[in-house]
């Protein structure tokens, strides 16, 4: 992996920035302490990144996981009436949730990501840029009443993403502002242009220099009126005071509680949500990839469950591979594993060594890199491409989109893949046989139907109503030489229909591998003759 450091060295610095807030943005959205979100984030990078497959992946704590930890997490502390105790009963869950997906990799259920459309994978990434986008208008202008965005986009009562989005716009900062559209600027030009120019705009990405700028702004500008940027308005990650205030930011689970059927149900909840949207971005991170990369879903789930039971034991929240972070990568030029490796050693070494800088990044930057990111996942040709493959693509893939925008990632994907399953039925509908009428300037009454390599009950509708609608006085032929499995539910039609031919005058006769039958007495009992139709 060496080989491409390169390139590599690059995006995970862009990877960096993109982690820093989401990682504290995630935590505070999870009601866990923030640290907890920047040791996911060390833990997905480093331990994660050595031990997965995946090339261009990149693990962290996750926003489709928010809701499930929040929700644990104020269960505990209710019970228990200690939010420190709350907490580190839920580091107990995740322990357990790391060695449950360690089994599922050992039982090989990595194959499940596998089942799902490529439109509600592609649905999927498009509804994650829209929604990039959106969070990150309000930190564009330098509204942050909730510091990663409202969560909710439907919320009946209060502030919801599209609420804040209005009120960032008449409640306008002008040096977040600014330096936003500033870094907006460097970025566009940056990789449309500056690139192309030479060595020097390749080794030093523009993100990079963004965010140098926007630390530059800030503190040029801390003393002016007009122009400064309040610290509401900046990344916020904990300053220790020394070592011992360090090592008192890390949690260690309470295992006391490990056989708790509450924490079971936890524990098997976040594993299982876990594993299922791991899965899924890496299918998604798999269609990004240039090189076609194919990760190894199995070691993949065995990566993560040792990711999260290094994360729960000191004190961090669960860990997925992350679609967001992953692309990032990808557009940002990573080649290997060492981008998502890197990008951990430098939220390890930021943290520990100069937090206080990371303090001065103004977020409307952080909200520039992440814009370019989800405009590169949520490209209008997407739409466009999706739109001209038919409405068999289209309605999954815009269905998708709309569910995770207005409701959340797993929900939005379930949607879109129960849309999908309706898409297989109506096909499998239409195509169980294949009907002709002999010599069309002809009429001699002959039909030759020929039936599918499978067909099952869901063309019981189909192969009736064509049956039903042979007029009297007809040759009709039936050809399943080529269908290797009939449902029996098909052959008690076909039992129907020979009894209802004698009387309505049509004659049969069918086509098989052994041979023709002229005016088969009983289908059932040729089919029994011939199991290789129905085993």
Known sequence: MFKTLKSDFPASIVVFFVALPLCLGIALASGAPLFSGLIAGIVGGIIVGFLSGSQIGVSGPAAGLAAIVLLAIQNFTKEFGDPIMGFKVFLVTVVLAGILQIVFGILKLGIIGYYFPSSVIKGMLTGIGVIIILKQIPHFFGYDKEPEGADSFVEASGENTFSAIFSAIDDITIGSTIIGVVSLIILILWSNVLMKKGKFFELVQGPLVAVVVGIIFYLLTSGNELLAIETTHLVNVPVPDGIESFASQFSFPYFAVIARPDVILTAFTIALVASLETLLCVEATDKL????????????????????????????????????????NIQSGGQSKASAIIHGFLLLISVVTIPHVLNYIPLSVLAAILFIVGYKLAKPSTF???????????????????????????????????????????RSFQNSHFLHKEGEDVDDGKIKM?????VTFFNKGAILKELD????????????????????????????FAIKARERNITIKLYSERGTVENPQSFVRFFKENPKLNQ
């Open 289 to 328: 990839d240039p090189h076609k990369r194919v990760t190894p879903t199995n070691r993949e789930l065995l990566a993560q469950g040792a990711g999260n039971i290094v994360s729960g034991l000191i004190g961090g929240l669960p860990i997925t591979q992350v679609i967001v972070r992953s692309s990032a």
């Open 469 to 496: 609608n042979l007029p009297e006085n007809t040759y009709f032929e039936l050809d399943v030489r080529k269908t290797t499995y009939l449902d029996n539910d098909i052959i008690e039609i076909l039992e129907d």
């Open 384 to 426: 466009k491409a999706m739109y001209k493959g038919g409405w068999t693509q289209f309605v999954p893939f815009i269905i998708t989109v709309v569910g995770i925008v207005f409701m959340d990632l797993l929900k939005g994907i379930g949607l879109g893949l129960a849309v999908g399953i309706f898409v297989v039925l109506y």
């Open 450 to 454: 020929t039936l599918a390599e499978e």
